[in-house]
């Protein structure tokens, strides 16, 4: 088919939203004629990826646009970022509307970013219209935030009532809702929130995957060694190490290591609260390259993750193909991911028992090694299951029923 893809972030180079993006387009480039528009300030790693693969620039048919900033603005009122971004989506409706012109398209995928905030304008073109993965419906729970401190407490109940207003009144999403064909949620209870709040259906498809092979050699815990976890991430309000270290202190004990890579404005804070909590056995790696991450994963024996606000995390299903068991709050994309099979999940009622609940997950772990390897066989095969080929699959068959629809 010949699809116009309207992918904002879009970077062979980069993790997040523009490697999602381009994962995505990657993918799909297997399958269908793509034409991408995309943010002018990706232009360059594109350009780069072409001439280091120039046999792949076929695949693709990329148009950029330029957004305007203004970072001044920004750092007094960061919302400002959505005027600009507004704009940005005016002007790649004008361009697609003369693409269309001379292309024919017969499928158009609004695929990034993902946030339902945003659900741009080709929805308004006269074509079969996909929106998705769709995250951000989701508030951070409110009996977590008193435990980010001040600052997260202030920032994350104004965000959660914000949140709530705009998913219930802006009429544009809801425009937007009404006219796609097929939507699909980046998690489960997006899907339930999609179906609530705008009475439609939606299809689950993670906003991540996982690509090449699962490790074969994990990391095996001899007789009297340390069960050595990593915890990684931006030390930010909303990822909450600050529950694992609480975890960790609650039965002090001395035969776990905990890995932490990453840094933000948080580390102090953290550093001294594992100090005051007399946790000697932790490794603070700041931030470290790509690969030196992945090694540092590998080395250890189980994975930690207790973002508060998230989609699903890259660094999830990189860890699962480690053969690392994970234990993550039963929040966010976490709730789809993991199983009893390769981890395990946390409920979330409050501070207290999520802390408990996390020291007796860690202890399970510590104490059962045939447990931790059985769990570190299913993490690899759990990995598989999100493979790119299978989930560019998936949306072809969606394109399939928009266009029998």
Known sequence: MKVLVNCYACSPYKGSEPGMGWKFVNALSQKHEL???TEGKFEKDIRQ???EHPEREKDFHFYFIRKHRHKTLRKIWPPSYYWFY???QKKALALAKELDMKEHFDIVHQLNMAGYREPGYLWKMDKPFVW???G??????WSMIPTMGLKGLLFYTCYNIINTWQMHTNCRIKKAMRKTDILISATAKIQEKIKDLYNRDSI?????GFEGNTNNEYAHRNNNERLRICWSGLHIPRKALNLLLDSLAVEGREDIELHVIGKGEKTEEWMDKAKCLKLKNIVWHGWVERSEALRIMQSCHLFCITSLSDLTSTV?????SYGMPVIALDHCGFSNVITENCGRKIPIINKAQVVRDFASAISEMADNEELRRRLSEGARKRAMEYNWEDKAKTISDIYNDVLHR
Do not use: Q, R, S, T
């Open 316 to 320: 999830i299903l990189e860890a699962l």
């Open 35 to 37: 034409h991408i528009i």
């Open 204 to 208: 689950i498809i993670p906003e991540v």
């Open 132 to 134: 998705g993965p769709i």
């Open 49 to 51: 990826f072409f001439n």
């Open 86 to 88: 507004k704009e940005w």
């Open 136 to 141: 951000g419906l989701e508030n951070v729970p």
